[in-house]
């Protein structure tokens, strides 16, 4: 069981956006800790996708969008394409456990 | 351009320690932040290991603390780590990575190594 909580998969069709939730508590999110947002392409290393709650590294398109309200993080992709489909996981810290936590990831299917 | 590379055996077996080395180009560890292990068993999300400052202080997952070693070695640009009596659960691939902010309220991983795939048989 994750900490970070996210769904197990989400789908739409090209053109369209979605969104993928990464829910926490007190200890985490909800304390302040800045949330990242990484996509797992098939058979590849985690890239970093969005850092500090909704910055996008250089190179990422603004497609891309992610925001922070409480105890939960959103990851927004809008002008969905086939090049989207993968694994998205979120990341935070966590004060009771002094570490950092992984949502569970979230495969993303473009119909 | 910052490159990871991780290194070891691809087969340990159980009740043995797992060691990996990762190897980082294009950047001085020396010249300051974290570095980190994390893994993902097949078919699993990813599980963060552990982290090392550039200064060698410490910090492990709690679940793991107990039997997970990380080091480092400024004057080989490279990072290391030790899992100690492994069992079948700790067969995954493992990413080496660098943390860049210095910020305690923000801890990702920009820089990823490519994965290398370690099995535990018995």
């Known amino acids: 069981q994750s900490v970070l909580t996210q769904p197990p998969s989400v789908s739409g069709a090209p053109g369209q956006r979605v969104t993928i939730s990464c829910t926490g508590s007190?200890?985490?999110?909800?304390?302040?800790?800045?949330v990242h947002w990484y996509q797992q392409l098939p058979g590849a290393a985690p890239k970093l996708l969005i850092y500090g709650d909704s910055n996008r590294p250089s190179g990422v398109p603004d497609r891309f969008s992610g925001s922070k309200s409480g105890a939960s993080a959103s990851l927004a992709i809008s002008g969905l394409q086939a090049e989207d489909e993968a694994d998205y996981y979120c990341?935070?810290?966590?004060?009771?456990?002094?570490?950092?936590?992984f949502g569970g990831g979230t495969r993303l299917t473009v119909l | 351009q910052v490159q990871l590379q991780e290194s070891g055996p691809g087969l340990v077996k159980s009740s043995e320690t797992l060691s990996l080395t990762c190897g980082v180009s294009?950047?001085?560890?020396?010249?300051?932040?974290?570095w980190g292990w994390i893994r993902q068993p097949p078919g699993k999300g990813l599980e963060w290991i552990g982290s090392i400052s550039h200064s060698a202080s410490t910090y492990y997952n709690p679940s793991l603390k107990s039997r997970v070693t990380i080091s480092i070695d400024t004057s080989k640009n490279q990072f290391s780590l030790k899992v100690s009596s492994v069992t079948a659960s700790d067969t995954a691939v493992y990413y080496c990575?660098?943390?860049?902010?210095?910020?305690?309220?923000?801890?990702?991983?920009?820089?990823w190594g490519q994965g290398t795939l370690v099995t535990v048989s018995s």
């Open positions: 294009g950047y001085s560890i020396r010249s300051g932040y974290d």
């Open positions: 990341q935070s810290y966590d004060s009771s456990l002094s570490g950092v936590v």
């Open positions: 990575a660098r943390r860049p902010s210095s910020s305690s309220w923000s801890h990702e991983f920009d820089y």
């Open positions: 007190s200890s985490n999110i909800g304390a302040g800790y800045d």
